[in-house]
């Protein structure tokens, strides 16, 4: 074991820390409008908030004035966005929301983590990560982002930092998937085909897990479906379709034609030494694959157990060489704890 050790620190001293994929736009820290209660009407845009109480997110709520405090909390921002900031690929980013969280940004659901009373379950040790719909962001007027939070027990509230950011993946992609994906569970097969009617299939957000999206006890099998169009006559030769992280398992289909899997992926040159779920996906597709106008891409994917989903990105088509600079860029490089952790336990 020692012999091992010695092994892993050496590897590290020769390893660069991995880079982050998300670039800050806009720090949130701060001073946030905050009420105790619940009333789905305080998501609203409309909702006038001027006379709530002003606290500052990045500690519990307990340290500044509600000692004690157990339940449901909001918090509210208007947040200015500049005029010509690119809209595609914003994400949303909060850390240490403890214990639940449903966040609105211009009264619209973009993500929840954990889940509220009766069932209540925690996702304090979370990260979230939720992408901003770009039809939901205003340039000219102030945009509004809630926070609904449930605290079960001892701390409460938005206790590490908040920001909007970027994810860099964005300036590789030809095309990006990300948003809202038709979801169904089972393990029917003819839901791969392109004629397959999916119209009362339920929408969930990509990516972002199955579990924070009405599914939390959801294990097996389900099926994602994403209506694309396609038009890019300029690319030559093969495309990468980049499909995040997925728990567990998954396999691809594009127009019906399977286009890869995990197990096969990771025979090949995008693997990089990781865990299923930590793996991201990667498929070589020969362009003569892409329709002219309306494709259909179909994952379907298994889980064996708690988390499950397409739950990070990126997720879009990428040009082979564009993918290629992306993965060398940002999944070759590990950072110590990665590298000490995939060496001891895979």
Do not use: C
């Amino acid at each position: 074991m020692r012999v091992k050790l010695f092994l892993i620190l050496f590897l590290v001293m020769q390893l660069s820390v991995s880079a982050q994929t998300l670039k800050q736009l806009k720090a949130l820290n701060g001073y946030w409008s905050f009420s105790v209660g619940d009333d789905l009407e305080w998501r609203l845009p409309n909702h006038n908030f001027s006379d709530w109480d002003k606290i500052y997110v990045g500690r519990s709520w307990e340290s500044q004035g509600y000692d004690g405090y157990n339940g449901y909390g909001w918090y509210k921002i208007k947040v200015d966005l500049p005029v010509g900031m690119s809209k595609n690929n914003l994400i949303l980013k909060l850390d240490g929301i403890d214990d639940a969280d449903e966040v609105y940004f211009n009264g619209e659901l973009i993500g929840q983590s954990g889940t509220f009373p009766p069932n209540v379950e925690t996702a304090f040790n979370q990260i979230r990560k939720y992408t901003i719909p770009a039809h939901l962001i205003n340039s000219s007027v102030p945009n509004i982002i809630a926070v609904r939070v449930y605290d079960v027990y001892a701390d409460g509230g938005i206790m590490g930092d908040v920001g909007i950011y970027q994810d860099v993946a964005e300036s590789y992609f030809l095309l990006n998937l990300s948003g809202s994906w038709k979801f169904k569970t089972g393990k029917n097969n003819e839901y791969k085909d392109f004629s397959f009617n999916d119209n009362d299939w339920d929408e969930l957000r990509v990516p972002q897990r199955w579990d924070d999206q009405g599914y939390e006890y959801l294990d097996g099998y389900a099926w994602y479906r994403k209506s694309f169009n396609w038009n890019n006559s300029s690319i030559s030769g093969d495309v990468i379709f980049v499909l995040g992280r997925i728990d567990d398992k998954d396999i691809a289909y594009l127009n019906g034609q399977r286009i890869g899997s995990v197990d096969e992926m990771k025979r090949g040159p995008y693997d990089a030494l990781k865990q299923d779920h930590r793996a991201l996906r990667a498929y070589r597709v020969p362009k003569s694959m892409l329709k002219n106008g309306k494709n259909v891409l179909a994952v379907q994917v298994w889980d064996e157990g708690l988390d499950g989903g397409i739950y990070e990105g990126p997720v879009g088509i990428m040009s082979v060489t564009a993918f290629d600079n992306y993965f060398a860029e940002f999944e070759h490089k590990k950072g110590f704890w990665e590298f000490f952790y995939e060496s001891i336990f895979e």
